[in-house]
């Protein structure tokens, strides 16, 4: 993957407020048919899929249910057993309208380029749902061939994909392209009106905040190990959580909801730096193992620019509490809440409040909302604020994993690229050792 050129904090927060001026007026000043590539407002959208795994056959599900006139039109793994069991679930789940899934054999890819091949097959859009490791090789991919993207989370493990996934975002709005995320939070009612009351000043300047994802460590793909998998790399992708280079890490790949939060608390501006402490301690089996090389615990301390710290701590071990919390302090006030309930109330302020309005479901949301505005002719483009999410949470891995404070421009600028080089079924792929505090380079 290559390198971008360096860029530093300022011109990020620059880009990003720009770009999104220009998307605005580029997005009205194209004809729907440069947005789509299909002849009108009424015509059927074809969908592709790549990854088919369940995460991604949720998406799946309502991406085809945000609209009355989509189908699925091609599918792409790099196994075919995924895309065998996903598209019987899909049957079954639309069984009353059938011609929703519209994948015969010709069009059902597998392989490392199985993400090309569904690109080039007449998609509309396409919905990326693999590990993240291969997201920002993928939303390129689409992006430079004019297709509208759904891309659910983490966007990047690395700085240098990251940087790939910022010049993608930026090619999606000079192209008028969707590019939407999957951070479901952003997608729901109660955090939208929790956070939008949160920037109105409702507790005052925030002085502080902090975020828990704690939960347990289920055995993540328990069929597939070194007995039953043919080389290095299938071995690894077939349990890709245990592995950087494909999940980024627990804080990466999951946390990274509850830093999202931490990032929109703070109205997306991104901190200036972190420290981190992290290790393995719970992980069953010798490291490099059946459970990789990955940590089960990492406790974070972001800084601002304006003095304002967000501690975040997230947890994967069995047997222990479980909790996933937002708490902001504010000059005025307190605001805390649960993902995943009604819980969000301002305490100590002189106007307490508890949100009380309709729960809906995020995840759906995201797609109705992207797909609405195809049909307007107005694409949604979400890109400045995750790839900050994505960079504020790889940050702080660098930091768990290095021992050192590491600077946004660090984190921005890193060449630490863990994607394998010359990717291939049969290549040599050894498991990294576990990373060492004080031990393990910055790049």
């Known amino acids: 993957m290559n390198s971008q050129p360096n860029p530093s904090r300022r011109s990020f927060l620059k880009q990003s407020s720009s770009a999104a001026v220009a998307t605005s007026a580029l997005a009205s000043s194209l004809s729907f048919p440069a947005l789509l590539h299909a002849k009108n407002l009424t015509d059927k959208i074809k969908i592709g899929w790549v990854g088919c795994g369940g995460r991604g056959t949720g998406a799946a599900n309502q991406a085809l249910s945000a609209d009355s006139n989509v189908e699925m039109w091609a599918m792409g793994d790099i196994f075919a057993d995924k895309i065998e069991a996903a598209e019987e679930t899909l049957k079954a789940q639309f069984k009353t309208n059938p011609e929703k ?32 490791g291969f997201r920002p090789m993928h939303i390129k991919a689409c992006i430079d061939a004019g297709k509208h993207v759904f891309a659910e989370k983490p966007m990047a493990v690395d700085g240098p994909g990251l940087r790939s996934v910022m010049e993608s975002t930026k090619k999606a709005k000079e192209k008028g392209l969707a590019l939407v995320d999957g951070f479901v939070w952003r997608w729901t009612y109660a955090q939208r009106d929790t956070y939008e009351k949160l920037h109105e000043g409702a507790i005052g300047d925030i002085t502080a905040i902090y975020s ?12 597939w190990n070194r007995g039953n998998t043919k080389t290095d790399l299938e071995w690894q992708i077939r349990r890709w959580y245990y592995f950087t280079w494909l999940s980024g890490d627990h804080i990466v790949e999951q946390a990274v909801h509850s830093i999202d939060k931490m990032l929109w608390a703070m109205k997306d501006e991104p901190p200036a730096k972190v420290i981190c402490t992290g290790g393995r301690a719970a992980r069953p089996g010798l490291p490099g193992g059946e459970h990789g090389h990955i940590f089960d615990h990492f406790a974070a301390e972001y800084e601002w620019a304006n003095g304002v710290k967000g501690y975040h701590f997230c947890r994967q071990i069995d047997k222990a509490a479980q909790a996933n919390a937002d708490t902001v302090f504010g000059t005025k006030g307190v605001y805390e809440g649960e993902s995943g309930s ?38 949604i483009n979400t890109g400045d604020r995750f790839t900050k999410t994505t960079l504020m949470a790889i940050m702080a891995r660098m930091a768990a994993y290095t021992g050192k404070e590491i600077t946004w421009e660090m984190a921005l600028n890193s060449q630490e690229d863990t994607f394998p080089k010359d ?15 004080g031990v393990t380079q910055f790049m």
């Open 101 to 132: 899934i519209n994948v015969p054999k010709e069009r059902q890819f597998t392989g490392l380029d199985a993400y090309q091949k569904v690109i080039d097959s007449g998609v509309d859009v396409v919905l990326l749902t693999t590990s993240p």
């Open 212 to 223: 828990s994802y704690y939960n347990a460590a289920p055995e993540r793909y328990p069929k």
């Open 423 to 437: 990717i291939h079924w049969d290549m040599t792929l050894p498991c990294p050792p576990v990373a060492v505090p």
């Open 342 to 379: 009604k819980r969000h109330v301002f305490l100590k302020t002189d106007n307490p409040w508890r949100w009380k309005g309709t729960v809906n479901n995020g995840y759906q949301t995201e797609h109705d909302e992207m797909y609405a505005s195809i049909r307007a002719g107005k694409p």
